[in-house]
């Protein structure tokens, strides 16, 4: 597996991960530290979240955590899990409340001793966005660095496309037609709670609980301890994919979106239109989040990987995990947390 994984594309996410008879298999958590198989404790921990139609003990999900290992032995890996079956893990990321569900990932971590004293975290897909909102309302025990792959920091204006065969798939694309910021999409629908339509962003300011909250866009529901915990991060690595069509737009791994049209006028094409940058951003330029700072601060690293969603090449994640992964965790930094010595590998800032 390491050797033909070296020279081919980990693939993950929605529309690549299939059911297969395993599905039904128990979700398995870390083992124990054993003298059979350490845990190096000197360095930091690794915590995953998988992405849309991607279980937490998916062949992908476990093979991209062995490339992991094999760049730092000893390490401490956890994948995130919703349910203890990979049939019902799967389902949760199309079905519930992201906030109910981040209670439970809260919780979850905060069961694993490994994990007390922090770690790094990498989500793909929705996992990235879901991730922040753990730093932004929990963040105990801390994360310190906060890599992304292919995220939609800025929601999507269009819902993925189904594969022919793909029940959940198809099944949440018939409730999100029938009214995507409906009460009952915005509670039990995963991909509508990060829906955003540039052209009704009033009704999405209005309906929408979970993005609206962690990119602080409705001036009364903005939280101090939101900003406060993500300015506690290390660093925080944004991935796009530069031939993405599944997240639209793909910018929105950068914290891009449409421009909205001009009043009344919503008969523009959503594909090719004018794209807003993270910097030219209401909540990055008024620094809602603390992201702006973030930025100046230098925590912020801005990353194009080649190919579609999700498709993540050894090119794309070497430099990546040797870079944020694995750092000698060391008993000082600037939020109590820990910190640890990094060179200087910019790959986009």
């Known amino acids: 597996m390491k050797t033909l994984l070296a020279s081919l594309p980990v693939i993950l996410g929605a529309s690549l991960i299939h059911c297969t008879p395993t599905s039904l298999r128990p979700i398995r958590t870390p083992a124990p530290r054993s003298p059979e198989h350490p845990f190096n404790a000197s360095i930091r921990p690794l915590v995953l979240w998988h992405g849309l139609g991607d279980s937490a003990n998916s062949e992908g999900m476990q093979a991209f955590a062995q490339l992991v290992r094999d760049v730092h032995p000893g390490l401490f890996v956890h994948s995130i899990y919703l349910e203890h079956t990979e049939d019902a893990d799967q389902k949760a990321g199309w079905f519930g409340n992201i906030w109910e569900q ?27 966005q879901f991730l922040r909102a753990y730093v932004e309302k929990y963040n105990k025990p801390p994360v310190f660095n906060l890599i992304t792959f292919g995220s939609q920091h800025m929601g999507v204006a269009d819902l993925p496309v189904c594969r022919p065969g793909d029940l959940f798939c ?21 991909q509508a709670q990060y ?17 609206t909250s962690i ?21 925080f690595v944004m991935i796009l994919f530069d031939q993405d069509t599944t997240v639209v737009p793909k910018e929105s791994s950068w914290f891009g979106s449409y421009v909205p049209p001009e009043d009344g006028d919503r008969k523009g094409p959503r594909w090719g239109e004018e794209v807003l940058p993270m910097r030219e951003q209401p ?5 809602w989040i603390g992201l702006r700072k973030l930025d100046e601060t230098g925590r912020v690293t801005m990353i194009t990987c080649e190919g579609e969603h999700m498709h993540i090449s050894r090119e794309c994640y070497l430099p990546i995990v040797e870079q944020y992964v694995g750092k000698v965790m060391e008993a000082d930094s600037i939020n109590g947390g820990l910190v640890s010595s990094q060179g200087g590998l910019i790959i986009q800032h």
Do not use: C, P
């Open 195 to 211: 829906f955003r339509d540039h052209a009704r962003l009033q009704l999405y300011y209005k309906q929408n609980k979970f993005l």
């Open 102 to 128: 981040l209670g439970i990932v809260s919780a979850q971590l905060s069961s694993i001793a490994e994990l007390d004293d922090g770690f790094d975290a990498i989500g793909f897909s929705q996992g990235g």
């Open 170 to 190: 198809l099944l949440a694309r018939s409730i999100a037609r029938r009214g995507v910021y409906s009460t009952h999409a915005q509670t039990h629908l995963i």
């Open 215 to 235: 990119n602080g866009e409705v001036e009364e529901t903005r939280n101090e301890t939101f900003k406060k915990n993500l300015l506690d991060l290390g660093n």
């Open 283 to 287: 909540l990055y330029k008024e620094d």
